[in-house]
């Protein structure tokens, strides 16, 4: 099981007037690196008040770490559609810094740096719209969940 790879597809949607950020995210897994990923193991679609707009996609590729941990996933690949935020994660994760940060930014590395291995991918937007409608229909449900645990500081 050491050759599974997980990719997520991730993806943040937010409705200002309520508060509420939707995150969606499609897991895929594959045992042949370097190919096209598998096919959907897992869909996810979760709603959070409290989350500052400008880090919810960074906070959904928290998630995807986290959701990667629980299935004792070793290789994970995260894919954004958000490049400029996946860069400065990629970068900071190839160098090994950022790890003492107590943000938001520092609790993904610091997450990222459990796994043997961990990849952060661009996406497009039109391969990406699995993940965003899953984003918008959490936006859209009822219930949501608070994250007391994070600290939002600089949302960059």
């Given at each position: 099981?050491?050759?599974?790879?997980?990719?997520?597809?991730?993806?943040?949607?937010c409705d200002l007037d309520r508060g509420v950020v939707g995150i969606g995210i499609v897991m895929r897994t594959t045992e042949r690196?370097?190919?096209?990923?598998?096919?959907?193991?897992?869909?996810?679609?979760e709603a959070y008040?409290?989350?500052?707009?400008?880090?919810?996609?960074?906070f959904a590729i928290l998630r995807?770490?986290?959701?990667?941990?629980?299935?004792?996933a070793t290789r994970v690949k995260v894919r954004s559609d958000y490049n400029s935020m996946r860069t400065a994660l990629k970068t900071d994760h190839a160098a090994a810094k950022g790890l003492d940060r107590r943000d938001l930014h520092?609790?993904?590395?610091?997450?990222?740096a459990q796994f043997q291995e961990v990849k952060f991918?661009?996406?497009?937007?039109?391969?990406n719209q699995e993940a965003h409608r899953l984003a918008r229909r959490a936006v859209h449900?009822?219930?949501?969940?608070?994250r007391r645990n994070v600290d939002w500081g600089a949302t960059a």
């Open positions: 099981m050491d050759g599974l790879r997980h990719t997520f597809f991730v993806d943040a949607s690196p370097g190919r096209r990923p598998g096919p959907v193991a897992h869909t996810f679609s008040a409290g989350i500052p707009s400008g880090a919810a996609e960074k995807a770490l986290e959701i990667a941990a629980e299935y004792s520092g609790k993904v590395l610091k997450l990222a991918a661009h996406v497009s937007r039109r391969k449900q009822c219930t949501t969940s608070q």
